[in-house]
């Protein structure tokens, strides 16, 4: 089930400079940061706020490492601006599966590390209205998971 937006992914041409302006116009810190080869990019999530099953709410400023990565390719087309938006899953498997047998093409066969060792897949913006949407499991429900 999915119970949250666990974050908007926002696609920028500068990471630093983005992430500056979020901190001086809105007063939002960095909470972790990494570079995701496998999904070509360089990111930076923003805690906006916490949920209460362990998750939180983030902001994910996306740059791309490679121009030929998802976010190279639509920033180049597109420009700046919301790439994607992610919802949160206590169980991305069973919930992508679901969705899969709705029609809605799911991107990966498995899910694949997302930020912050979550588990995440896509789902195919075409089906979506336009919305290039991903599900999270973040990494403390994933844990849960296996203790069960
Ligand atoms: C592409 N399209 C989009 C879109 N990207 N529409 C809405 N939102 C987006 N973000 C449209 C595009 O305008 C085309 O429509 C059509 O889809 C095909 O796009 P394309 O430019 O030919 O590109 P493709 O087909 O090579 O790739 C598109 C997909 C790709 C969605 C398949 O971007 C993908 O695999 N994305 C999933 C991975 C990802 O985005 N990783 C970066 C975030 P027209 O022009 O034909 O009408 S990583 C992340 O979020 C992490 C690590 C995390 O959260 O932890
Ligand atoms: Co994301």
């Not at 995701?36 to 994910?60: K, S």
């Not at 121009?67 to 087309?77: F, I, M, P, R, T």
């Amino acid at each position: 089930m999915l119970t949250r937006i666990d974050h908007i992914g926002i696609a920028c041409f500068d990471l630093d400079a983005t992430v500056e302006f979020y901190r001086a116009t809105y007063g939002f810190e960095v909470h972790h940061c990494e570079v995701n080869e496998e999904q070509g990019v360089r990111e930076a999530m923003l805690r906006i706020n916490g949920t209460d099953d362990g998750g939180a709410t983030y902001l994910q400023l996306l740059e791309p490492i490679r121009e030929d990565s998802a976010v190279g390719k639509w920033l180049a087309k597109n420009g700046e601006g919301v790439h994607h938006v992610a919802f949160g899953t206590a169980d991305v498997d069973g919930d992508a599966e679901a969705i899969r047998d709705k029609g809605v093409r799911v991107l990966y066969e498995q899910p694949r590390r997302g930020s912050m060792d979550s588990r995440i897949t896509f789902l195919h913006p075409k089906d979506c209205h336009g919305v290039l949407t991903e599900l999270v499991t973040s990494a403390p429900a994933a844990e849960e998971d296996a203790g069960h």
